[in-house]
């Protein structure tokens, strides 16, 4: 008997019928044999995967999401750097928020008004941020579900954070509309920045109720929030965290993704042949890949230092002068996470690029072979790589800096594993199984227009 068929044969006096009869669906929809699959597929997801979701509550948070009025200077939304035209990011490495004019790609810096610097990480992508199991956002994990705080997240606010977030995805609106470069603009320009740069941003006259006070002026979304809560009873009941939720809700539902092809493997309903299987096989064998980008979601919620290359303005406090992105290390303080980012989930992978933490690549194939080989995809970084509208002076600084590459390489925390060229098409073409088209399309899809009468910007 071959080994394969022998651990079958002992696996089934240890599992249950129902367990072995799912088993049995996975491995004939995949046509692999049971030995092939170093890492076992992940169960498929459920209903009880994901946060329960008020369809009037997400409606109200479809207009404002596509509202400028949450920015500072009323000229920039959500959805100018998460578009589900652009696999609900904006399609360049690094966005350009307040001080940029067009979409995506034809996005570049207004002459009359031009930004201080590009906002400094790529665009994550918005998908299944409703599912129970996204308890860590951004690229830094500066927000994550913690119950032992009060208001059970922590976040950089620390004593300052409010209570009334219905989730962590709630609160992570609270820091693009604080953002100088993303949302807020400038303090000379606006009232919201001001309060920003002068540390107001909670209590009355704070950051969050300049906004709150702008959106509760508007009758239709007044009456709006009237109708979707219970506590509140007229405009002055609108709380910044009331916006927050009604924005989450709105993202939980418009892009959950869970009916791609892959999906329908993992609930025996289809089969992978070809390069895709070949590619499955990779991912969760030889390669390696399932190691971090684990479970239904393909991510393990962690950091890991994989030397992406690292681009544009970079992450550093106001008194600094340099390029360079620590990741992790910026929120913890431990050295072991220097240059780690969280593992980003794969679902719609195929449609969200730029790719890294800085989106320094554009090709999916060559960001997987990079990201096999760390320190030779470092060393051999290609700049015409990134997507980037214009040229600002610190766009490639770091990677010009051998001192500055050298720390990223160092950090690096896995042996290269190069993969051949046809390697890298078969797990590009199992990623590509994970596209689900109702998910990248959205359900409710993009406004006509929003209550505030602003501009709801078109991709050209």
């Known amino acids: 008997m071959e080994r394969g068929s022998f651990a079958f044969a002992l696996l089934c006096q240890f599992v249950s019928v129902g367990a072995m009869k799912w088993m049995l669906s996975l491995f004939a929809a995949l046509a692999l044999p049971l030995a092939v699959l170093a890492d076992p597929l992940p169960a498929p997801l459920t209903d009880a995967d994901f946060l329960p979701v008020d369809p009037e509550e997400a409606a109200l948070g479809r207009l404002l999401f596509y509202d400028p009025i949450l920015s500072g200077n009323r000229t920039v939304s ?12 904006d399609g360049v490495s690094l966005s350009i928020g307040d001080g940029g004019i067009g979409m ?16 400094p990480r790529n665009a994550p992508a918005l998908f299944n ?8 956002l951004f690229h830094d994990g500066r927000l994550e579900v913690d119950p032992a705080q009060p208001g059970g997240i922590r976040t950089p606010m620390d004593a300052d954070m409010v209570s009334g977030f219905a989730s962590a995805l709630s609160a992570q609106t609270m820091f693009p509309v604080l953002s100088r470069d993303e949302m807020a603009g400038s303090w000379k320009e606006n ?7 002068q540390g107001v941003i909670t209590g009355p006259g704070g950051a969050w109720d300049l906004l709150s006070r702008r959106v509760a002026g508007v009758p239709a979304y007044a009456q709006a929030f009237e109708a979707t809560y219970d506590h509140v009873r ?33 609930r025996g309903e289809a089969t992978l042949d070809g390069e895709a299987a070949r590619g499955m096989a990779l991912f969760y064998g030889d390669a390696g890949c399932s190691g971090c980008h684990s479970g239904a979601l393909l991510t393990d919620n962690s950091f890991h230092a ?9 992450k550093a406090a106001t008194f600094e002068t340099h390029q360079r992105d620590t990741g992790r290390f910026r929120v913890t303080g431990d050295p072991a996470d220097l240059f780690a980012f969280r593992t980003p989930s794969l679902r719609n992978v195929a449609v969200t690029g730029p790719y890294g933490h800085a989106g320094a690549h554009r090709d999916l194939a060559r960001f997987v072979a990079d990201h096999a080989a760390p320190r030779a995809g470092l060393a051999a970084y290609d700049p015409a790589q990134a997507v980037l509208a214009g040229a600002m002076a610190a766009d490639f600084a770091v990677m010009r800096d051998r001192t500055e590459v050298a720390a990223i390489a160092a950090a690096i925390g896995r042996v290269d594993q190069p993969l051949a060229a046809d390697e890298v ?36």
């Open 234 to 266: 007229g405009p002055e009941d609108i709380a910044f965290t009331d916006i927050s939720n009604a924005i989450a809700a709105f993202m939980a539902f418009e892009w959950r993704s869970d009916t791609a092809p892959f999906d329908a493997v993992l």
């Open 78 to 89: 959500c959805a100018t750097c998460h578009h589900p035209a652009f696999g609900t990011g």
């Open 191 to 197: 009232d919201v920045a001001r309060a920003v740069r």
């Open 129 to 136: 941020l409703g599912a129970r199991q996204m308890t860590v």
């Open 425 to 460: 098409a078969a797990i590009v073409a199992f990623l590509e199984t994970l596209t689900d088209p109702a998910s990248v399309a959205g359900r409710l899809g993009v406004p006509e227009t929003v209550p505030s009468g602003l501009v709801v910007e078109k991709v050209p």
């Open 306 to 314: 994989m030397g992406a290359p690292q681009i544009g303005p970079g």
């Open 104 to 119: 995506g790609l034809a996005r570049r810096p207004d002459p009359e008004n031009p930004p201080e610097k590009r906002i």
